[in-house]
Structures are given as C-alpha cells and as structure tokens.
C-alpha cells in the first residue's frame, strides 16, 4: 500500500492556466522530491525539499515552483502551463534515518496542456 | 562522482526465458543499489535494494539482483519470464549528497 498520494493523477488543461500537483505523505519522511519524467522514461530531479520551509531546485530546471509549509505536504505549481511542461510529474520521499535513501514513490501525475 | 548505467534500453524475452536487465555503477564509496519498477501509468516501485550485507538479493515477484565489487555491478535477474513482468527499469545508486541517482531506465518486453 502506498502511503504517498499524488493528485490529479491525469489533467488536461489549456496553456496559460495555473495548475497545482498534489503530493502528501502519512509516513513522517523529512525529505520530499518532484521529478519529471518525459516519454523516453528517464527521470529528472526538478525539486527537494529536507524539511518544512526548506525547498531547493533539482539538476533540470524547472519553470515549475514549490512550497513545504507542512511535512506531509509538497505541492508543486505552474503558474502557466505551456505545451512544453506536458510531462509525468512522480512525487517521492524518503526516511533517511535507515541511511540507504529509498525513495517511496507516488503513483504520478500525468499533465498534458493543450 | 556517483553514476549509474543501465545497458539496453530494451531487452525483449520470451515467456519463461531468463530475465537479465544490466547495471554498472560508479561509486567512491561503499554504495547503496537499488532496482525500481515501474508499470504503465504507474509510480516507480521497489523491487530489491542492497545495502551491504549479503551481496546476493532477493526482492519480489522472484527478481534478485547480485552485487559485484570487483565488477561494479548490480545486475537483475529472474529465471522464468512471466508475461506481468512487462515494464520499465530503473537501476539507481545513493549519491555523495544523499539523493539517489537513476539510470536510464530499460524496457523490458515478454513475448508470449
């Protein structure tokens, strides 16, 4: 069972509107990502987050914007949407205490704009 | 620098043949390895991760993946396809700055 919820998991959604990605956690994890991943399958680190109020970008730029005001919260935002951010968005965390770094994914967030 | 390299963006089988999808890694230190599945329109999810006990490991859906220091790898494998096992790979190492660092992922197909 995944205790990680990404929502919508699929959005439509015409350019220059502003869409918000969900992403919550009930597993207590400190640290939060957003990746991005294209069609050819690779994935691409877009942000992080070590903790409440802490958010730093990833190796891709992102147009893409984000906020951790809760720890089981990581919400990411496009203030326009444009057919070039039409891409897989996979929210993950991690409970660093064990010091391997597992991911725990969200089952993805898929958004096409037209 | 940490690095991981999948080899074959595609591997193709047939039912009950023998699953081997490769991974070379790059690392200065002692590392942490994992292998991640991922379905259609799904999230990635974990099938094994090696964290330097035993070097062989056994993950679920009857994949085990095998760590070789001399050869820095960390190859998966299954005996027997099944036609379920259909999906993306991704092979990834825990980097310097404590994220993980992915590959780029293989396709694996089965053949009926």
């Known amino acids: 069972e995944a205790d990680i919820y990404q929502t919508p998991r699929y959005l439509v959604i015409g350019t220059g509107k502003k869409i918000t990605l969900e992403c919550s956690q009930t597993?207590?994890?400190?640290?939060m990502y957003w990746y991005q991943q294209d069609p050819g399958m690779e994935l691409h680190l877009i942000h992080y987050?070590?903790?409440?109020?802490?958010?730093e970008k990833g190796d891709l730029s992102s147009e893409s914007t984000v906020s951790r005001i809760r720890t089981e919260h990581f919400p990411l935002t496009l203030e326009s949407a444009r057919p070039s951010h039409t891409s897989q968005y996979l929210c993950?965390?991690?409970?660093?205490?064990?010091?391997?770094?597992?991911?725990?994914f969200g089952e993805g967030s898929r958004l096409t704009v037209l | 620098a940490q690095s991981v390299t999948q080899l074959g963006s595609h591997v193709s089988v047939s039912e009950g043949a023998l699953v081997l999808l490769r991974c070379n890694y790059s690392?200065?230190?002692?590392?942490?390895l994992f292998w991640y599945v991922q379905y259609p329109n799904q999230g990635l999810q974990l099938l094994l991760k090696?964290?330097?006990?035993?070097?062989l490991v056994k993950g679920i859906n009857g994949f085990e993946a095998e760590f070789k220091k001399s050869e820095t790898s960390f190859h998966l494998t299954k005996p027997s396809a099944h036609m379920s096992d259909a999906a993306e790979y991704f092979c990834?190492?825990?980097?310097?700055?404590?994220?993980?660092?992915f590959g780029q992922g293989t396709t694996l197909q089965v053949k009926p």
């Open positions: 993950a965390s991690s409970d660093d205490r064990g010091g391997t770094g597992e991911l725990f």
């Open positions: 597993m207590g994890h400190d640290k």
């Open positions: 987050s070590y903790g409440v109020n802490s958010t």
């Open positions: 690392s200065s230190v002692p590392p942490y």
């Open positions: 090696y964290t330097s006990a035993a070097t």
């Open positions: 990834a190492v825990k980097g310097n700055t404590g994220k993980l660092i």
